[in-house]
Every structure is written in C-alpha cells, then in structure tokens.
C-alpha cells in the first residue's frame, strides 16, 4: 500500500532529532536535521522537502511543503492517501471540483487534515 505521511512526522522528527543529536543512532536510523533538509522551489512558488522515498515511486514517502501566501492548488486528485499537519498560518483545503475561499475549510497549526484518494481536494 502506497501511504503518504506529508508533514505529520516532521514535528516528531524535529523533536527527536533534538534528543539523539549527540547520541549514536542504531544501523539503519537516519537522522535528519532541520539544517540538513535539502528545499527545494517549484514553478508555483512553493517549496517540497523529501524525507524518504518520493510520491512519483512505488513505496511510503515523507515530505514537507512550503505554501507561500496566497498559494492556491487547482482541484486534483491524489493516487493515495494524504495526510497533513499545518506547522505554521492557515491551510484552506476544499474538496469538490471547485472551491472558492468561501468554501473551503480553514486548517490551522495541530490538527492532521487527512485527504482520502480519487476524491478532488484544492487548496
């Protein structure tokens, strides 16, 4: 099963990394600092982090996502499911074939906004 985890694990990691800096890691456990995330910009303003594997291969990946402001998705459909947590500001996230601000739900730092596959979400 091909699962998503986007950002949810990267407060954990933050946290942890923290703890072990100093400590060796078993074989096996990598160990990603918030100075060593690699960011990476895209034509549409926004940047992506990849922590392990990558959405365009077979396998579970991790990625965190920079949203400039006023970034907006077109609706779309995702191949698995999603799973996000908003670190910092405010995510709007729509579900349907079109949404407007006024229709979208407000997502703010803490809650994990899980977006189901084959069903169209924008933001």
């Given at each position: 099963?091909n699962?998503?985890y986007?950002?949810?694990?990267f ?16 074989k ?23 922590l ?13 996502v920079k949203?400039p402001?006023?970034?907006k ?18 995510h709007y ?9 006024n ?21």
């Amino acid at each position: 099963m091909n699962s998503s985890y986007c950002i949810l694990s990267f407060a954990a990691l933050v946290a942890v990394s923290s703890a072990f800096a100093e400590e060796k890691l078993p074989k096996g456990v990598t160990l990603i600092t918030p100075d060593k995330i690699q960011w990476v910009k895209t034509p549409s303003g926004r940047e992506l982090a990849y922590l392990h594997g990558h959405p365009d291969k077979p396998g579970p990946y991790l990625y965190l996502v920079k949203w400039p402001p006023n970034n907006k998705a077109i609706a779309h459909k995702h191949p698995d499911d999603r799973y996000g947590i908003v670190l910092s500001g405010t995510h709007y996230i729509g579900y349907g074939d079109r949404s407007t601000r006024n229709n979208c739900t407000p997502i703010r730092p803490g809650p994990t906004s899980p977006s189901p596959p084959t069903r169209p979400t924008s933001g």
